[in-house]
């Protein structure tokens, strides 16, 4: 699994012109870009939720758990692009659509778990994403 993380000052996420999910912090929050591999699981689902609620990349270096700082997690395919070779990317990394929503789900469910509150764009919906990067600062977590 991996997750693009990014401090923003506000993030929405869109479908067919409608807002389907969006943060506006009074402080500082996360947007999340959710990219699931074919050997996730739901226990690394849930780790990398832990690893992102913790993570201490908010202003004095504190975790969004340290603050309440709201995420707005979105599921994202193309972070597992292979770019190696040609000009075409391949997707071939990145789980299919059945196997990667239920994790992007548990990933969601975990940080609500920890005490986050959570949106969500709409899972292998055509999603236009509007934020305020702030820093800017963007991180890509792993496990």
Same mark, same amino acid.
Request: no cysteine; aromatic share 4%; net charge negative.
């Given at each position: 699994?991996r +997750?693009?993380?990014?401090r923003?000052?506000?993030?929405?996420?869109?479908?067919? &012109?409608?807002v389907?999910g969006a943060? =506006?912090?009074?402080g500082?929050?996360?947007?999340?870009l959710? &990219?699931?591999?074919?050997?996730?699981?739901?226990? /690394?689902a +849930? =780790?990398?939720?832990?690893? %992102?609620?913790k993570l =201490?990349? %908010?202003?004095?270096?504190k #975790? *969004? *758990?340290? !603050?309440?700082?709201? !995420? %707005?997690a /979105?599921?994202q @395919?193309?972070?597992y692009a292979?770019? *190696?070779? &040609?000009?075409?990317p391949?997707w071939?990394?990145? #789980?299919? &659509?059945?196997?990667?929503?239920?994790?992007?789900? #548990?990933?969601?469910?975990?940080? =609500?778990?920890?005490? #986050?509150?959570v949106?969500?764009?709409? @899972?292998?919906a055509?999603?236009? !994403?509007e934020l /305020?990067?702030?820093?800017p600062v963007?991180?890509?977590?792993?496990?």
């Open positions: 699994m +997750v693009l993380v990014q923003v000052t506000s993030a929405s996420v869109s479908v067919d &012109g409608e389907v943060i =506006r912090p009074a500082q929050g996360l947007l999340a959710v &990219g699931v591999t074919h050997t996730d699981t739901v226990d /690394i +849930v =780790r990398m939720a832990e690893k %992102l609620w =201490r990349i %908010l202003d004095e270096e #975790a *969004a *758990a340290d !603050v309440g700082a709201p !995420v %707005l /979105i599921s @395919f193309t972070l292979n770019t *190696a070779k &040609g000009r075409r391949t071939n990394a990145a #789980a299919p &659509g059945s196997v990667a929503q239920p994790l992007v789900d #548990a990933f969601v469910a975990g940080l =609500r778990t920890l005490g #986050a509150e949106q969500t764009g709409r @899972f292998g055509d999603m236009q !994403v /305020i990067n702030d820093g963007t991180v890509l977590l792993e496990l």
